[in-house]
């Protein structure tokens, strides 16, 4: 039995060269694509007709804040909870999402862990909390402490948490979805650390589900 061992070698040749184009990732250079490398930020999905979008979230920070409840701790003897709140300008965010559940994508920092850099942002998701604003005037305010006379206790309150799963997708990206179908109201990522006055960085969007 006669072999050609040149087209043996050539066969095998190409055989492993397709086999490098197959297993070989194939990155997407469409900005509107949640696996292509995006600038570190929080970022809203939507996708329709099969048309994808990807739309950053900007941050907005807290301008002042007001201590709800002093009179009711006066009259109390100090008994009487009174809440520390900030507020952030405008009564509504520019960015509107019509999904009552909508889907983020965070692109994290995966270098920086630390809070010495002046342009931070976290590695972790655990760094951010979603949270429901309330609508006061041409403000959007929330609690971020409670005190009396002889207590006082700092973070937001459960009733405005928005509880959130995530999923790690890529190197540093990771998919964002509330556990939750979110009524109409005012929504942002409040990124700890920031502080709980003035500063305070939140991650702003407003949800106004198609009726």
Do not use: C
């Not at 630390?114 to 760094?127: E, G, H, L, R």
């Not at 009733?159 to 939750?180: A, C, H, M, R, W």
Request: net charge positive.
């Amino acid at each position: 039995v006669e072999v050609d061992f040149l087209a043996v070698a050539s066969y095998s040749t190409e055989t492993r060269n397709r086999s490098v184009v197959v297993n070989s990732p194939v990155r997407s250079n469409d900005e509107n694509d949640p696996m292509t490398p995006h600038d570190i930020g929080i970022y809203l999905y939507t996708e329709k007709s099969g048309s994808k979008k990807m739309t950053e979230l900007e941050s907005n920070a807290v301008t002042g804040g007001r201590v709800a409840g002093m009179a009711g701790t006066a009259l109390t003897y100090g008994l009487w909870m009174s809440k520390n709140k900030v507020k952030i300008p405008g009564s509504s965010a520019n960015l509107l999402v019509k999904d009552p559940q909508p889907v983020f994508y965070f692109y994290l920092n995966p270098k920086d862990r630390t809070m010495t850099t002046v342009k931070y942002f976290p590695a972790s998701v655990n760094q951010f909390q979603m949270v429901k604003f309330d609508v006061k005037g041409k403000s959007r305010e929330i609690a971020v402490g409670k005190s009396n006379s002889y207590y006082s206790k700092t973070g937001i309150p459960d009733n405005n948490l928005v509880e959130f799963s995530y999923e790690k997708v890529g190197d540093g990206i990771f998919k964002v979805t509330p556990k939750q179908v979110l009524k109409s109201g005012e929504y942002g990522f409040y990124l700890l650390g920031t502080g709980n006055s003035v500063g305070a960085t939140f991650f702003d969007f407003a949800v106004r589900p198609d009726p």
